[in-house]
């Protein structure tokens, strides 16, 4: 057991659990030298794939469709000027990497596996987990997007609900950056909407399963520094607004 008794009942009781100093400098700058490699490699002429949650839609091309066993990058949304120009080099203009490191990638293979995250894993329930996807979040200065309030479970759904969310800063997350934002508790409500192939098998569509508003008024910003660990229930509802500011936010 890693997690003390009253950790893990702040997280049944709050849907989300912050614990600091959980990743040192050290790895959590092995993490983003890997991450700037994978970038730099990446081949500019693939098929371009920008990155949204807001307003629950995606691009949902087969470039995005196809990447659950795949390292891919996704752009910003902002990333483009009007001529299709990047308006930032390549490396501050990629919004996430995803969704398949931890089993593709040596370095956040053996992150993700590492023991201390199966402690964790059992700790906060699980008796047989599975690492169903990975993303590493740039967050990019001035042109990174807002993620609008969700719940993971909406993407990763199982009957039961069992999907969580290991959130990891890599650098520091401030409101200033983009941090996320929580409502504790939020976690007791329903899913709010399921995500899924549509029936061509060449796009996306969300289902409503609750249109009820989402408790903004008890949202709290998550900002916490570089090594710190996130847990997030499958059904907390989470954010972040874009960021303006010139430092980029980085997650893995
Ligand atoms: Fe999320």
């Known amino acids: 057991m890693l997690l003390k008794q009253r950790q893990i009942e702040s997280f049944e009781q709050n849907g989300y659990l912050v614990l600091d100093d959980f990743v040192s400098h050290n790895e959590c700058e092995k993490l983003r030298i890997r991450a700037s490699e994978i970038v730099n490699d990446y081949d500019y002429n693939q098929p371009i794939t920008i990155f949204t949650t807001n307003e629950q839609t995606r691009h949902s091309d087969l470039f995005f469709l196809e990447s659950g066993d795949k390292i891919r990058c996704f752009f910003e949304e902002e990333a483009f000027d009007e001529n299709g120009k990047l308006k930032q080099s390549k490396d501050l203009s990629i919004n996430k990497i995803g969704h398949a490191m931890h089993d593709l990638d040596p370095v956040f293979e053996s992150f993700a596996r590492s023991?201390?995250?199966e402690a964790v894993a059992q700790d906060v329930g699980f008796e047989d987990?599975?690492?169903?996807?990975?993303?590493?979040?740039?967050?990019?200065?001035?042109?990174g997007g807002e993620v609008s309030f969700h719940?993971?479970?909406?993407?990763?759904?199982?009957?039961p609900v069992t999907v969580k969310g290991f959130w990891f800063a890599l650098e520091?997350?401030?409101q200033e950056n983009g941090c996320m934002w929580v409502i504790p508790g939020g976690h007791r409500n329903n899913l709010k909407s399921r995500f899924y192939r549509?029936?061509?098998?060449?796009?996306?569509?969300i289902e409503i399963l609750d249109d009820s508003q989402w408790e903004?008024?008890?949202?709290?910003?998550?900002?916490?520094?570089?090594?710190t660990m996130v847990i997030l229930h499958g059904l907390l509802p989470h954010m972040?607004?874009?960021?303006?500011?010139?430092?980029?936010r980085q997650a893995f």
């Open 129 to 143: 987990p599975r690492i169903l996807q990975s993303m590493y979040i740039f967050k990019q200065p001035k042109i």
């Open 172 to 174: 520091d997350a401030s």
């Open 151 to 159: 719940q993971d479970a909406t993407f990763l759904y199982t009957e």
């Open 216 to 227: 903004t008024s008890k949202m709290v910003p998550l900002e916490v520094n570089a090594g």
């Open 198 to 205: 549509n029936k061509k098998g060449n796009g996306t569509e």
């Open 115 to 117: 023991e201390a995250l």
């Open 240 to 248: 972040s607004y874009a960021n303006r500011s010139s430092l980029t």
